[in-house]
């Protein structure tokens, strides 16, 4: 059974930061793409940063390019993201997901799988 376990949301206030956590299990940690998507009240899901094993690449979305970072450790099957400056407009609930590949806008597949969501709140 695939697992997607997200941890680290909080509130906090405009400028602080916060470190997610995304323990993966039941795949090969190294041979899918995985990512963090974000769902702000009243809006559509939208990716954040995610990691393609196809070329070993990493991106971000532009509104949080320079202020979080993806990262990962393989021996824990973990996925972090570090989200620095946060700004009351990152207000969201966090999701972690895995699965072939992503192009930006999709996931491209047979597979992907979705974690619980984590609550980041950013107060002004």
């Known amino acids: 059974e695939v697992q997607l376990q997200a941890s680290g949301g909080g509130l906090v206030k405009a400028g602080e930061s916060l470190r997610l956590s995304c323990v993966a299990s039941?795949?090969?940690?190294?041979?899918?793409?995985i990512g963090w998507f974000r769902r702000a009240p009243g809006k559509g899901r939208e990716a954040v940063s995610w990691?393609?094993?196809?070329?070993?690449?990493?991106h971000y979305r532009d509104s949080v390019k320079g202020r979080f970072f993806i990262s990962e450790d393989i021996a824990k099957n973990t996925v972090y993201l570090q989200m620095n400056s946060l700004k009351p407009e990152d207000t969201a609930v966090y999701y972690c997901?895995?699965?072939?590949?992503?192009?930006?806008?999709?996931?491209?597949?047979?597979?992907?799988?979705w974690g619980q969501g984590t609550q980041v709140t950013v107060s002004s």
């Open positions: 039941g795949f090969t940690f190294v041979d899918y793409a």
């Open positions: 997901a895995a699965g072939d590949h992503y192009d930006g806008r999709q996931w491209i597949g047979d597979d992907d799988w």
């Open positions: 990691i393609n094993r196809r070329d070993g690449s990493y």
